[in-house]
């Protein structure tokens, strides 16, 4: 899937580093503020990542649909923790 500009408003997928050196992964139309969720002492970031603080982003890939990122976030998900450094990497470098 060539890699596309996240604009405001789009689906994106993204993963995060958490404090625990894990890496989570979720998607949102709205990444600036998903960040601050998760690192904010709220209710409104993910469970797995209230304990894991703080979390810094590490990937992000705009989706055309919420559909989209919904099968990339699961396709991301399936892959083991070498394979999404991997990613982590190649995007670092493109």
């Known amino acids: 899937m060539p890699a596309r500009t996240v604009q405001a408003g789009d689906w994106v997928v993204y993963i ?9 992964t979720g998607i949102t139309t709205d990444l ?13 970031g993910a469970r797995y ?25 699961y396709r991301i998900k399936q892959l083991s923790r070498a ?3 991997r990613l982590i990497a190649a995007a670092i470098s493109d």
């Open 16 to 24: 995060l580093c958490c404090a625990d050196d894990t890496l989570y």
């Open 32 to 44: 600036e503020r998903r960040l601050t969720e998760h690192n904010q002492d709220n209710r409104l």
């Open 83 to 85: 394979q999404k450094q």
């Open 49 to 73: 990542t209230r304990v894991r603080r703080p979390v810094a982003l590490v990937y992000q890939q705009a989706c055309a649909d919420r559909a989209a990122a919904l099968r990339e976030e």
